[in-house]
């Protein structure tokens, strides 16, 4: 998967979960520090219209991304037919159309195909339960909420913004002794997590530095998108969440590694009540050499 989705991907998934604990209303919600994330049980009326779309296949709902003058779209489609035909297909479409095949994953039932044209890049899962067959597409820009600016939540003076700013400028790597090379991109700011993070369902680790920090909820469920910084390489990074995870009640439903970027998502354990929670891990190489940017989607719904 190419970089952008590894961005979107936390976004889009909470807003997702966010359109199913509202039974797929229309809605909007406005990110703290720009952008905003719509759901619908449509199709955005933007989404490229030369994609593929599988025919006869219901629209289950959509999420649609805008921050920082980039997009990003999430869309599922339910299906009777077999899961192997609809592969089928998009594989087709891929090789005929303009939308470009570039890689194809096989994990756990479920396939992933990538696709490309000009500067937007999808990802496409076709996985199979209950006699059905589920269609969803990750689509946007290649650079995608790429470089977004860090997101504070709750109240903080102008001296911890002046702390903050501070810290991240001693943690930043000096390349001032590497003559005539470019100065390193220092660390955002550090902020705070929401109070009520759910620390005991998703404990981030003790060197984690965190940026980024958005939350919001309906109807009694809460989603939360975390960015935080560690020195950790991202294969150690995403292998903290694969190891740490089942202990506080996931299971790993996909990894992957594509170039070095780190995918990775949990499922509920439980067998009743909340069994639509949701957890996504991506991690990445940052801009400032010697650290690892870890992205955590975390979307704990209301029981059925």
């Not at 759901?39 to 920082?68: C, E, H, L, M, R």
């Not at 199979?128 to 946007?140: D, E, R, S, W």
């Not at 913004?161 to 550090?190: C, F, I, M, V």
Request: net charge neutral; aromatic share 8%; glycine share 10%.
């Amino acid at each position: 998967m190419r970089r952008y989705i590894g961005l979107l991907v936390p976004l889009v998934l909470s807003g997702a979960a966010f359109a199913t604990a509202c039974g797929g209303d229309s809605k909007t919600v406005t990110i703290p520090g720009g952008g905003q994330v719509s759901t619908s049980n449509k199709i955005p009326s933007d989404f490229p219209s030369d994609f593929p779309v599988y025919s006869g296949a219901k629209v289950v709902g959509s999420v649609k991304g805008d921050q920082k003058g980039q997009q990003g779209f999430y869309v599922t489609w339910e299906t009777g037919d077999p899961a192997d035909k609809v592969t089928t297909f998009f594989k087709d479409a891929f090789a005929k159309g303009p939308w470009k095949s570039e890689s194809t994953i096989e994990s756990n039932g479920t396939v992933i195909l990538s696709a490309k044209k000009d500067a937007k890049s999808a990802a496409l899962t076709v996985s199979a339960a209950n006699n059905k067959t589920t269609i969803g597409v990750f689509l946007g820009d290649d650079n995608s909420l790429s470089g977004t600016a860090p997101t504070k939540t709750g109240s903080g003076s102008a001296s911890d913004n002046k702390t903050a700013t501070a810290q991240a400028s001693r943690d930043a790597p000096d390349s001032s002794s590497s003559q005539g090379s470019p100065t390193a991109s220092p660390l955002p700011p550090e902020v705070t997590l929401p109070k009520d993070f759910p620390k005991d369902r998703a404990p981030l680790p003790s060197d984690a530095r965190v940026t980024s920090s958005t939350s919001f909820g309906q109807g009694g469920s809460k989603s939360y998108i975390i960015t935080y910084y560690t020195k950790s390489t991202p294969e150690a990074a995403a292998d903290y969440f694969s190891k740490e995870m089942p202990k506080h009640g996931w299971v790993d439903s996909f990894t992957s590694n594509t170039n070095g970027e780190y995918f990775v998502t949990f499922t509920s354990a439980a067998t009743s009540g909340s069994t639509n929670d949701g957890l996504t891990v991506t991690a990445m190489k940052s801009d400032t050499p010697g650290y690892t940017q870890v992205s955590v989607s975390v979307s704990l719904t209301a029981a059925q």
